[in-house]
């Protein structure tokens, strides 16, 4: 497919001043009227999709990548939402999948008992291309793989607030440690693929036995879903003919999986919460093949991993489209669009490719492994074309949700505290909102050339955004103003040590706040034995 045949996909045309339609899919963004705030409304549906290693300015979405995403990512539908919506140019994640996905499910920093997941696997991460174990200073402690049974996940609290609850795709943080820790057993009502499943061993079905399956992915949930495709299912989804009859996408399946779920949760009477963690873009990275040769017309190289995220957005119209649509015949008198708050993430930095201008990658505490997309969309609630810096993590959708559905019940504070900040606010009146308390990262262990122990906090001075890091391999300090060195190119720790002691202090007192849930696991230094402790002051 050329580039000339692959312009629709890629259009978004304004019909009319209520309706953005985007060429491909019809897919209808609701006019913003003026309506009433989110608190003088019935608790809104919210979907929560999450896509795995996508980097901050890998879409197309300009005003959330400030204007630094290369042309070879084309994100067109997520493009349209993010301008009848709001992006957040400065949203973090964990750098790595599962503590992102265990903080957001339990709102809590890997601190906290409940959580205790760092990092995929363990914190002893060496290999040989990064510091050996041997000469490594520090042993690590170990750590947890699931968020605790104990924990009060998000799932639960917003079931206790009267919403219908399920999750799609990978979950990551549950399984490895029996039935206890899976999504239906800790809030889920529905759940499709999740368990301790980091990513999908194939992309695309295959017939083993007489019938078609996803080989070893998500439990065989998406199997059903697996059957090549046919005439009716391009013509619905409006894809290439030429499709007809070859194996089904893993992305395409999840997108099946959408529908269904959706229309389900719909149809009852409750609001519902819907997490939809989809597989892409994490390797193997392979892409439908009318989407990376969609991808070559703008890039030769990396067409592959382009055509994945083409595959993402393909999802993102799937989803508008059925909020306005339930039934899709035509009719939207059954649309729940004005009432369903969509976001759109990813779980950690990029790791497929550079997140230029921003340094690092996945795994990393650099703001390449940290910084994600971050938009949202909800149409008379939400301001169109809004776009805010305030700073944001995804410790703080578990009190954002909570907040919209009323907060008619929330964890007690004494056995499962929230360590996140509610962002409501900021969703209806974004210039309004007050600046976020510190963001604070801490990373005990090793992994493999990436990460070593280190500390990091983020935070406004005299008007301006600064990042502190400490790293204890190295006792030294490194400081950055993100706000005029995004790229985090000039450590001014010594130009300005009033700013570097103040944040220092704001990483030890977080480190050494009191509360029984409360236990970073120092790693132990090998010459005394004895854990090490929060970074000295300067």
């Known amino acids: 497919m050329g580039k ?71 994100t067109p539908t997520l493009d349209a939402m993010a ?34 997941v760092y990092v995929v696997g363990s914190l002893s991460r060496f290999n040989k291309n990064g510091l050996t174990k041997n000469a490594a200073q520090f042993i690590p402690q170990k750590q947890s793989e699931d968020v605790a049974p104990e924990a009060i996940t998000i799932a639960e609290a917003l079931k206790k607030n009267g919403y219908a609850t399920a999750h799609i ?70 894809i290439p003919e030429d499709l007809i009859g070859s194996p089904k996408h893993i992305s395409d399946a999840v997108g099946d999986a959408l529908e269904e779920t959706i229309g389900t949760l719909a ?46 957005d393909e999802n993102l119209r799937r989803m508008l489209a059925l909020v306005e649509d339930l039934n899709r015949d035509g009719d939207t008198s059954d649309s729940i669009a004005d009432n369903t708050l969509i976001m759109f993430t990813s779980d950690n930095g990029g790791t497929h490719a550079p997140n230029t201008p921003l340094k690092g990658h996945k795994g990393m505490l650099s703001e390449g492994g940290i910084r ?19 700073k944001v993590h995804c410790l703080d959708l578990y009190p954002t949700v909570l907040e919209l559905a009323g907060n008619k019940w929330i964890p007690p504070a004494k056995t499962h505290p929230l360590d996140g900040e509610s962002f409501a606010s900021v969703l209806r009146n974004p210039e309004a909102a007050a600046p976020r308390e510190p963001i604070f990262f801490f990373f005990p262990g090793y992994m493999d050339v990436r990460a070593q122990p280190s500390a990091s906090v983020i935070d406004e001075v005299d008007g301006k955004r600064y990042k502190l ?7 030294a300090w490194q400081l950055y103003c993100l706000t005029d060195d995004q790229s985090e190119a000039k450590n001014l ?4 040590p009033e700013i570097a002691s103040m944040l220092s202090k704001k990483i030890d007192a977080w480190l050494t706040q009191s509360h029984p849930t409360w236990k970073p696991k120092f790693p132990v230094r090998k010459s005394t034995g004895e854990a090490v402790g929060p970074p000295p002051v300067l």
């Open 4 to 74: 000339a045949s692959w312009l629709p996909y890629l259009q978004c045309m304004i019909a009319k001043p209520c309706r953005l339609f985007i060429a491909v899919s019809a897919v209808t963004l609701s006019c913003l009227t003026p309506q009433a705030s989110y608190a003088d409304t019935a608790p809104p549906n919210i979907i929560f999709y999450m896509v795995d290693d996508l980097g901050w300015n890998h879409v197309q979405a300009a005003a959330g990548t400030m204007g630094t995403t290369p042309s070879q990512y084309q």
């Open 83 to 116: 301008k009848k919506g709001l992006s957040f140019t400065h949203a973090y994640a964990q750098p790595n999948c599962a503590p992102t996905r265990a903080a957001m499910i339990s709102g809590q920093y890997p601190a906290r008992i409940h959580n205790d």
């Open 169 to 238: 795709g990978k979950y990551h943080v549950g399984g490895h440690r029996g039935d206890e820790t899976m999504p239906e057993n800790v809030g889920y009502d529905i759940n499709i693929g999740g368990f301790s499943q980091g990513h999908q061993p194939t992309c695309f079905a295959s017939k083993k036995k007489g019938s078609w399956g996803f080989n070893k992915v998500g439990l065989g949930h998406f199997d059903r879903f697996a059957a090549p495709y046919d005439a009716a299912y391009v013509k619905a989804h409006q």
């Open 267 to 312: 149809g009852g009477d409750k609001p519902f919460y819907l997490q939809f963690h989809t597989y892409a873009v994490h390797g193997p990275v392979r892409a439908r093949p009318d989407l990376k040769a969609a991808a070559k017309a703008y890039a030769e190289s990396k067409a592959e991993y382009s055509g994945f995220i083409l595959g993402v």
């Open 372 to 390: 994600v997309p971050l938009v949202a969309y909800w149409p008379g609630v939400v301001p169109a074309g809004a776009v805010t810096d305030r």
């Open 469 to 475: 890091y400490y790293e204890y391999e190295a006792d």
């Open 493 to 496: 720790v010594k130009k300005k």
